[in-house]
């Protein structure tokens, strides 16, 4: 079974940077889509950045500028640097995974456990 497995959440100071990461672990063939969303405290999950197989992101309106994501697609790794943080960047970030293949099935979509991001001075 394929899992997700994230890291880099943490406190970090206004303007500040973090870097998280979420590996997809398990025999993998390709991933067609990876990105991340987040949820803040009484608010609906919402995209953050997503980043295809042919390389294509898409990034929500507050983050541009300011969040780049990555993939590393030997490690099947997605990436995602947060500079300049806000405090309205608090939430838990989800990595997610879309069209995961490997050689017995095809999961349509995967989600991370959460990673807590806290952006106070």
């Known amino acids: 079974q394929v899992q997700l497995v994230e890291s880099g959440g943490g406190l970090e100071q206004p303007g500040g940077s973090l870097r998280l990461s979420c590996a997809a672990s398990?025999?993998?063939?390709?991933?067609?889509?990876m990105g991340w969303y987040r949820q803040a405290p009484g608010k609906e999950r919402e995209l953050v950045a997503t980043f295809t197989g042919g390389g294509s992101t898409n990034y929500a309106d507050s983050v541009k500028g300011r969040f780049t994501i990555s993939r590393d697609n030997p490690k099947n790794t997605v990436y995602l640097q947060m500079n300049s943080l806000k405090p309205e960047d608090t939430a838990v970030y989800y990595c997610n995974a879309a069209g995961v293949i490997t050689r017995t099935r095809i999961d349509r979509e995967l989600w991370g456990q959460g990673t807590l991001v806290t952006v106070s001075a």
């Open positions: 398990g025999t993998i063939v390709n991933i067609n889509v």
